[in-house]
């Protein structure tokens, strides 16, 4: 089933984030489609703390000897409830995808 997580957005309207597994300690007292928790951050402090991460990929891949041109690095983020804003994961493992990218000298 699905619910509703409202995240407030400084400066602008709640946004709502389906959740499909109600975490523990959430009473399910919401019907599927309804709200059921207000996240308890904003949706900017949240991924405030993503920011370190991220930093540390660029800078860590930027620091090569041969650094690349391009460095894409993408992850799934999951809201949640209790949590905020956590790096989704696959099985047991955390869900991190990194490209780099060198173009030749012409």
Known sequence: MVY????PVEGSEPVLVEAADVADGIVRVARPGEVI??????LQAALERLRPMAEA??????????APDEITVDFGVKVDAEAGVVIART????????????????
């Open 37 to 42: 928790a207000a996240a308890g951050e904003s």
């Open 4 to 7: 509703l997580i409202r995240v």
């Open 57 to 66: 990929f660029v800078t860590q891949l930027s620091g090569l000897a041969h």
């Open 91 to 106: 099985a047991a493992a955390a869900n991190f995808s990194v490209t780099v990218k060198w173009n030749r000298a012409a």
